[in-house]
């Protein structure tokens, strides 16, 4: 039977474009989803921008146009940007469509009838940026816990989620559940938070102040809080209400992909909505770090926000791809600077994988004529090389299981590496001198060769079009994006005789003097 997996990202805010932190869990979400992909499992990839509140109403008014003229505009950036990352998602949820609308109002109809959500006066401080309510207590020096910025007193009758019922309910379940929020640090820092009382949720705004979202189906005058709103797209989108057969298969393993900033709305308010919904959480919350630029904080303020258009641009999508999961450990703050990104290119792909894919193309054309040759019996050396790409093949599926991207990318290099070495101790260039040899010499360009295939396998999801091009180069027949996991289950799968194709060099140096001005 074939297993599911829900992959998802945040849906990104659409009051501006979108910079490097949104291009990272993107691209992050689209290896995990190839990668399973390439297991055998179902898969739906799940992406998109949330296009409701406060911040989205009032950037319109600036721009003198309508919230959805602005949604329009905007979230073209986003779908543009998605494409030439190469992200394979498998829909784009948009939260200004009817078809997410009308399940928010259905979940938001029978939360009410069960008697989750009421209505009482409230007075507290607003924050606008974050569109959240605080307690005096909340505050840091009478500022917005979260982003610092101040915040306005606000008194109204709204209506609210009975968040606090499920309190106790959630600190077990985390508890009882060591996979649901990632990394371990992150679900302490939950677990911290949880020690005080939880609040019941605001999940209005009058219509008076804020015009701009779902309006709430069983009362005139509100619409929907747009966090209550926006996480409904995880479930509204994969069939919730609509086609329950393929949504309950998909849901038994959901996966969040998100920044650290989102933690709580995604660990607290979401698992409790879903309980009062009847439904479990997501199998695994994971919150990565931030990036800085050359150990500070991304700020336009500072002028040193990194746009990832213009990377690309630049240096190519494979490149960018690859820099943001092996620059630093998923899950923590990573730095961006251009020499870190240069060092990378050049060292890495450049350096041990592009020579290594060029050495032995050469190599098999000149003592081949450019065909596969037929192996003989191997030695130690030859087993050597063998067992460290099935080993790699072990290592990546328990790696990519817990969502360790640079561990992946290590285990992967061990294999280019050994590589490199296989083929310094095995001197197929002294070998070919040797008409006595020529066996010899057709088992080591065979083994380069199926090394080849494996690294092409292991490096698809991370950088899918290097990773096709290096097939194409091996004459193989089959699309590498039909190729499963048993391909790398076994070695020798490589056919004698086939015709290697010619290409350009998969990732030229980057001259690092050209770049000082980056």
């Not at 009382?197 to 189906?217: Q, T």
């Not at 298969?249 to 409790?272: E, F, R």
């Not at 087993?383 to 072990?394: F, H, N, R, S």
Request: proline share 5%; glycine share 6%.
């Amino acid at each position: 039977m074939q297993e599911n997996l829900l992959v998802t990202t945040p849906i990104y805010y659409v009051n501006d474009i979108p910079h490097i932190g949104h291009a990272y869990t993107t691209v992050a979400a689209d290896v995990l989803a190839r990668y399973y992909r390439m297991a055998g499992y179902n898969v739906f990839f799940l992406t998109g921008t949330d296009e409701h509140g406060q911040k989205v109403q009032e950037a319109a008014q600036e721009r003198n146009i309508s919230p959805q003229e602005h949604c329009d505009q905007m979230v073209v950036h986003f779908q543009d940007l998605w494409g030439k990352f190469n992200i394979s998602n498998d829909d784009f949820i948009r939260t200004t469509e009817e078809r997410h609308k009308t399940v928010v109002q259905k979940i938001l109809t029978q939360l009410y009838a069960n008697g989750d959500i009421y209505q009482k006066s409230y007075e507290g401080w607003y924050c606008v940026p974050d569109e959240r309510f605080w307690t005096e207590k909340d505050l840091s020096e009478g500022c917005c816990p979260e982003c610092g910025r101040p915040v306005q007193q606000i008194q109204e009758s709204n209506y609210f989620f009975r968040m606090s019922t499920y309190h106790e309910w959630l600190i077990q379940y985390i508890e009882e559940h060591d996979h649901f929020i990632l990394p371990k640090t992150r679900r302490n820092e939950i677990l911290g938070f949880l020690r005080q009382p939880l609040a019941d949720l605001c999940i209005s705004r009058p219509f008076k102040r804020l015009s701009w979202g779902i309006p709430l189906p069983f009362v005139s005058d509100y619409v929907t809080y747009v966090w209550f709103d926006a996480l409904i797209n995880y479930v509204s989108i994969p069939g919730y209400l609509t086609d329950n057969g393929s949504f309950s298969a998909l849901w038994t393993n959901a996966v969040h992909l998100i920044g650290k900033d989102i933690l709580t709305t995604h660990s607290v308010y979401w698992p409790t909505m879903l309980k009062a919904m009847g439904l479990t959480p997501p199998r695994t919350v994971f919150a990565h770090g931030w990036w800085t630029v050359e150990g500070k904080k991304m700020s336009k303020s500072l002028r040193n926000v990194v746009e990832p258009n213009m990377l690309i641009d630049k240096y190519g999508t494979d490149a960018i791809r690859f820099f943001l999961l092996r620059e630093g450990t998923f899950g923590l703050d990573c730095d961006f600077s251009h020499t870190a990104l240069i060092h990378r290119i050049n060292s890495d792909l450049a350096n041990d994988l592009g020579n290594l894919f060029n050495r032995i193309l050469a190599m098999t054309f000149k003592y081949f004529k450019g065909r596969v040759p037929k192996p003989s019996t191997p030695e130690a050396i030859d087993e050597g090389l063998q067992e460290t790409a099935l080993k790699v093949t072990q290592e990546l599926d328990t790696h990519m299981g817990e969502i360790a991207f640079h561990k992946s990318l290590d285990a992967i290099w061990k294999l280019v590496s050994m590589t490199n070495k296989y083929i310094d101790e095995t001197t197929p260039w002294s070998l070919a001198k040797d008409s006595s040899k020529q066996e010899r010499l057709a088992t080591v360009i065979y083994s380069m060769l199926e090394s080849l295939r494996f690294i092409a396998l292991f490096l698809s999801p991370f950088i899918p079009s290097s990773a096709e091009a290096m097939w194409r180069a091996l004459g193989i027949d089959q699309p590498l994006s039909q190729q499963g996991t048993d391909s790398i289950k076994q070695w020798g799968k490589l056919v004698e005789g086939t015709t290697l194709q010619k290409i350009p060099p998969l990732f030229p140096r980057i001259e690092e003097k050209k770049n000082q001005d980056n």
